[in-house]
């Protein structure tokens, strides 16, 4: 995991979609849920702060609904709701929507007419299920290993994203389910993350971009395009500083006598353990992030090669980039070895010291307290702790 994935739930906030100007036009969404006879319709807007209601209707036998909305003077997007069934709409002018659902499988199978973003809203919907149908089916998939499941989910992302900006984004980047394409979301774990990530993949934050850029030149000072501008400009920024850690080795002026970077950081009792400390023990160097889905499975094989060489003079030092602290006190409280966090997470100076680039990252440090080997250089951990110790 990138270490910039850690603030994914920042891009998510800054994914909902804003409130706008009015044209005094309105805005017509009509039609009938089927099979929903009591069931509250909802039709919100969304709006940078999440989802606001705009009317709500109880529905009779027939199903049938009929709301307006003040139009905009930009693309807008709306959404369709009962509980967790979802139609989202957008639109780009002022115009006459009808939907035709069943409650059950509203969110799948909907029929909609008299708008083309509508349409390819519902294009990219489903497009986004068969993504989110295949990631399930590799995390699911008890043959595909673990040290494979992130390669096999970034291929069929990639895939996916090379459609979405080849027959939706570039192609008109200024209509409403182009931005609508930019916030989609997938789930890995329990966890959403967006499809598209403005803060660490230098193709996508190219993709915000484009479109950003569009925005800025149709539909100048809304606040939709503002949005887009800042996201396109901060991710952008954030590439620079990745690039540039990238070009770095390990700083030997760091290094100190005795062949490390020291690191010097508190434990959940508050006691600054250092990492030249342990010199004398072979050292397992682990950068580790808890909030993840993969931490425990990690921590489990940590714990096997602790009660494997410990007693023969194996330590564990880990350092958590956590940015919440009292999760992470929690999750190390019964943990045998060195557990050091740095408050400053993704700008962990250590881990820029050591040229981390993604999560988790392991290194071999020896008893002399030279630094051997990083993960991408070993092939079989326990022998190359054996042949340490």
């Given at each position: 995991?990138?270490?910039?994935?850690?603030?994914?739930?920042?891009?998510?906030?800054?994914?909902?979609?804003?409130?706008?100007?009015?044209?005094?036009?309105?805005?017509?969404?009509?039609?009938?849920?089927?099979?929903?006879?009591?069931?509250?319709?909802?039709?919100?807007?969304?709006?940078?702060?999440?989802?606001?209601?705009?009317?709500?209707?109880?529905?009779?036998?027939?199903?049938?609904?009929?709301?307006?909305?003040?139009?905009?003077?930009?693309?807008?997007?709306?959404?369709?709701?009962?509980?967790?069934?979802?139609?989202?709409?957008?639109?780009?002018?002022?115009?006459?929507?009808?939907?035709?659902?069943?409650?059950?499988?509203?969110?799948?199978?909907?029929?909609?007419?008299?708008?083309?973003?509508?349409?390819?809203?519902?294009?990219?919907?489903?497009?986004?299920?068969?993504?989110?149908?295949?990631?399930?089916?590799?995390?699911?998939?008890?043959?595909?290993?673990?040290?494979?499941?992130?390669?096999?989910?970034?291929?069929?992302?990639?895939?996916?994203?090379?459609?979405?900006?080849?027959?939706?984004?570039?192609?008109?980047?200024?209509?409403?389910?182009?931005?609508?394409?930019?916030?989609?979301?997938?789930?890995?774990?329990?966890?959403?993350?967006?499809?598209?990530?403005?803060?660490?993949?230098?193709?996508?934050?190219?993709?915000?971009?484009?479109?950003?850029?569009?925005?800025?030149?149709?539909?100048?000072?809304?606040?939709?395009?503002?949005?887009?501008?800042?996201?396109?400009?901060?991710g952008m920024k954030n590439i620079r500083i990745i690039q540039a850690r990238q070009q770095q080795s390990i700083d030997v002026s760091r290094v100190s006598d005795a062949g490390v970077i020291e690191i010097a950081?508190?434990?959940?009792?508050?006691?600054?353990?250092?990492?030249?400390?342990?010199?004398?023990?072979?050292?397992?160097?682990?950068?580790?992030?808890?909030?993840?889905?993969?931490?425990?499975?990690?921590?489990?094989?940590?714990?096997?090669?602790?009660?494997?060489?410990?007693?023969?003079?194996?330590?564990?030092?880990?350092?958590?980039?956590?940015?919440?602290?009292?999760?992470?006190?929690?999750?190390?409280?019964?943990?045998?070895?060195?557990?050091?966090?740095?408050?400053?997470?993704?700008?962990?100076?250590?881990?820029?010291?050591?040229?981390?680039?993604?999560?988790?990252?392991?290194?071999?440090?020896?008893?002399?307290?030279?630094?051997?080997?990083?993960?991408?250089?070993?092939?079989?951990?326990?022998?190359?702790?054996?042949?340490?110790?």
């Open positions: 995991m990138k270490i910039s994935q850690l603030f994914v739930a920042s891009a998510l906030t800054l994914a909902a979609l804003a409130m706008t100007s009015c044209t005094g036009e309105k805005v017509r969404v009509t039609g009938n849920i089927s099979e929903a006879k009591d069931s509250i319709l909802y039709f919100e807007n969304m709006s940078l702060n999440g989802p606001v209601t705009i009317d709500s209707v109880k529905l009779g036998a027939d199903g049938a609904f009929a709301f307006k909305a003040e139009a905009a003077d930009h693309p807008e997007f709306y959404r369709l709701r009962i509980a967790r069934q979802i139609i989202n709409i957008g639109v780009d002018s002022t115009e006459t929507i009808t939907v035709k659902a069943s409650c059950p499988t509203m969110s799948v199978q909907y029929e909609i007419d008299g708008s083309e973003e509508c349409a390819k809203i519902k294009e990219l919907a489903l497009l986004q299920m068969n993504l989110q149908s295949q990631v399930n089916a590799i995390t699911q998939n008890p043959n595909v290993p673990y040290a494979l499941e992130a390669d096999s989910i970034q291929k069929v992302l990639a895939v996916y994203k090379n459609q979405v900006k080849r027959d939706y984004i570039f192609k008109e980047p200024k209509r409403a389910y182009s931005y609508y394409a930019l916030f989609q979301t997938f789930v890995v774990g329990s966890r959403p993350m967006l499809i598209f990530d403005p803060h660490s993949n230098k193709e996508d934050v190219q993709v915000f971009a484009a479109v950003a850029t569009s925005w800025d030149t149709f539909y100048p000072g809304t606040e939709r395009g503002q949005n887009l501008h800042n996201i396109a400009i901060e950081l508190p434990d959940n009792k508050g006691n600054i353990r250092k990492l030249t400390e342990q010199k004398g023990k072979v050292v397992l160097l682990d950068f580790h992030v808890f909030a993840t889905k993969t931490s425990t499975e990690r921590i489990m094989r940590l714990r096997e090669l602790y009660n494997k060489y410990h007693a023969q003079g194996l330590e564990i030092y880990q350092v958590s980039l956590d940015p919440d602290e009292h999760f992470w006190k929690e999750k190390v409280a019964a943990l045998p070895w060195v557990s050091v966090r740095d408050e400053n997470a993704m700008a962990s100076e250590a881990a820029a010291h050591y040229n981390v680039q993604s999560i988790p990252t392991f290194f071999l440090i020896d008893r002399n307290n030279v630094l051997q080997k990083r993960d991408v250089q070993v092939r079989d951990i326990d022998a190359e702790i054996k042949a340490m110790l």
